[in-house]
């Protein structure tokens, strides 16, 4: 899981359409303000990704996993493969 900063996204939209997991809703989308939240939390914990890494080989697998977030999010920031 990845996430934005709220306070720092300037809305252009660019990353919704590029997101293959079609995770990435606008801020302004009714119900979206868990995730806005979530995403301020973790933006403020976790390391800043500055660079793209390997996409992971089962990343395809997740796509259609159903609750992702309330049975598989682990507080911890993944571990940086290159």
């Given at each position: 899981m990845l996430v934005i900063n709220p306070d720092?996204?300037?809305d252009c939209?660019?990353?919704?359409p590029e997101c293959p997991a079609e995770a990435?809703?606008?801020?302004?989308t009714q119900g979206s303000?868990?995730?806005v939240e979530i995403?301020?939390?973790?933006?403020s914990?976790?390391?800043n990704i500055t660079h793209k890494g390997v996409t992971p080989a089962d990343a395809d697998q997740w796509l259609t996993v159903k609750n992702?977030?309330?049975e598989h999010f682990s507080?911890?920031?993944g571990e940086e493969k290159s």
């Amino acid at each position: 899981m990845l996430v934005i900063n709220p306070d720092e996204c300037i809305d252009c939209g660019v990353c919704e359409p590029e997101c293959p997991a079609e995770a990435i809703i606008a801020d302004t989308t009714q119900g979206s303000e868990k995730w806005v939240e979530i995403n301020r939390l973790y933006a403020s914990k976790w390391p800043n990704i500055t660079h793209k890494g390997v996409t992971p080989a089962d990343a395809d697998q997740w796509l259609t996993v159903k609750n992702k977030f309330q049975e598989h999010f682990s507080e911890n920031p993944g571990e940086e493969k290159s």
